[in-house]
């Protein structure tokens, strides 16, 4: 089977991107696939042909409209395919992809679909762009063959607009084995956590994810809890200077963005991964604390209870509740109750499990058409 997998971009130290990554691999391993984005920054697998939407090799506005006539002289090039995978790739990528279907009506169009913050919750050139997405995007999988999504909640996001016989849901995965027994001792020593309870928050910096509210909830806690921020967003500045005022900077370490390589050992070295965060179609840092044989504490909201399952504490979304849970991870019972739910959990999020299914699933769906 001849495979083309339309993405937007691949880049370094992303979850979907790190997702997509294996997934080509294990496509690979059986059939052609290549690859079209408009950048990729990380390491695709050798067997993997890629290709760019546009020599800008960037993904703005501006690359979007200056390279529409190049993405629609690829309308024939990938009619010879006989599978499109779409990985949210922008408007002008779909037109052609379904415009494919002129030249060869064969085609199989099956969406991969990660989710999309509802407009309410972005600025507003985001905002704009995802206005126009958002419909695109429902339209196009409306005349495609099925789609994929990685939670329940996402399928329920969908099933007002597309019949729910066309969405499968098959789980988020990662590798699980950088994250088993990794020595916290390195981070531990670098910040001075012995003797702390580490909350760990890992994810964009932007207002709907709430880091602030982790910041005034470690101002209410007593000196013996310390937040670990990891990861970067227009929102940095903004949370260092609450920080500043709330008097907490002894409390808070923000690291930025770190490696994939460096990420397991900030799991490694807190007690549980903590989100404020009012949408996620998934959150992959659940899984990933899990992988760590850690649990996480996560708001009564979208896709969360339902992956964090009973491999965490859920609190209602108020301060109140946040504080009550975060306090009772002080108890060496509850913890080693959750502990050992999790390491229960995790193994349903293994890379391997994962990308079988994704594959068996494809196969299943292009002999059913043969």
């Not at 760019?52 to 960037?58: A, E, L």
């Amino acid at each position: 089977m001849k495979i083309a997998f339309l993405a937007t971009r691949i880049t370094k130290y992303d979850a979907i991107s790190n997702y997509s990554v294996d997934m080509l691999k294990k496509l690979s391993d059986s059939h052609h696939v290549d690859l079209y984005t408009f950048v990729t920054q990380t390491e695709i697998p050798v067997k993997v042909a890629q290709y760019n939407y546009t020599d800008i090799k960037d993904h703005n506005l501006k690359s979007v409209i200056l390279s529409f006539t190049k993405i629609h002289s690829l309308t024939k090039k990938f009619s010879d395919y006989d599978l499109l995978i779409l990985c949210s790739p922008d408007i002008p990528v779909l037109l052609s992809a379904h415009r494919a279907r002129r030249f060869n009506p064969d085609l199989k169009i099956i969406w991969d679909f990660h989710g999309i913050t509802p407009l309410k919750y972005l600025y507003f050139k985001d905002k704009v762009l995802n206005f126009f997405r958002r419909p695109g995007f429902i339209q196009s999988m409306k005349q495609s063959d099925l789609i994929l999504v990685r939670s329940e909640y996402i399928k329920k996001e969908l099933e007002p607009y597309i019949k729910p016989e066309m969405i499968k849901v098959i789980s988020f995965g990662i590798n699980l084995d950088p994250f088993k027994n990794t020595d916290p001792a390195e981070i531990k020593l670098k910040f001075n956590l012995s003797n702390h309870l580490v909350l760990l928050y890992v994810g964009r910096l932007v207002p709907h994810k709430c880091v602030d509210t982790l910041i005034k909830v470690i101002h209410e806690l007593d000196e013996n809890f310390m937040l670990i921020i990891v990861g970067d967003g227009i929102e940095r500045d903004k949370l260092k200077n609450l920080a500043s005022s709330l008097n907490v900077l002894d409390k808070v370490i923000f690291t930025g963005k770190v490696s994939d390589n460096d990420l397991p050992k900030y799991y490694a070295s807190s007690d549980a991964f903590v989100t404020a965060s009012l949408h996620e179609g998934f959150c992959v840092p659940i899984i990933e604390s899990f992988a760590s044989g850690k649990p996480a504490v996560v708001p009564d909201r979208a896709a969360m209870p339902e992956v964090v399952a009973d491999g965490g504490l859920i609190y209602d979304g108020s301060m109140e509740d946040f504080l009550l849970k975060l306090r009772s991870l002080k108890d060496p019972e509850v913890l080693k109750t959750i502990n050992e739910r999790v390491n229960q959990i995790n193994k349903k999020y293994d890379i391997t499990k994962v990308s079988e299914e994704y594959l068996e699933t494809i196969e299943k769906v292009m002999d059913g058409f043969k």
